[in-house]
């Protein structure tokens, strides 16, 4: 199984960006899907998942939205009205039964 996550960059706040994450390797159903994120000093989180219904971080609903294209694989996280504080590396994160696989993770980094 291989993530490759794409799509990180510096934007100026208010600005959008899209990551996207391209998933190959997998053969046995996807039983969640997440993007996460670590900021310097901090723990890593999860900013927006799937696994039944669609979850969302408080401090980035209403801004961000995550997508899935099962047609090709690919699951995107849509950022808009990014602010400094959502400056992190983006890692996107699948969960197969109890195996979970990550991404190399894409630096955003949000100017004010």
């Known amino acids: 199984v291989q993530l490759q996550a794409s799509g990180g960059g510096l934007v100026q706040a208010g600005g959008s960006l899209r990551l996207a994450c391209k998933v190959s390797?997998?053969?046995?159903?996807?039983?969640?899907i997440g993007w996460h994120r670590q900021a310097p000093g901090k723990q890593r989180e999860l900013v927006a998942g799937?696994?039944?219904?669609?979850m969302y971080a408080d401090a980035v609903k209403g801004r961000f939205t995550i997508s899935r294209d099962n047609v090709n694989n690919t699951v995107y996280l849509q950022m808009n009205s990014l602010r400094p504080e959502d400056t992190a590396v983006y890692y996107c994160?699948?969960?197969?039964?109890?195996?979970?696989?990550w991404g190399q993770g894409t630096e955003v980094t949000v100017s004010s």
């Open positions: 799937i696994s039944g219904g669609t």
């Open positions: 390797g997998v053969t046995r159903r996807i039983n969640a």
């Open positions: 994160n699948i969960r197969i039964q109890w195996s979970n696989y």
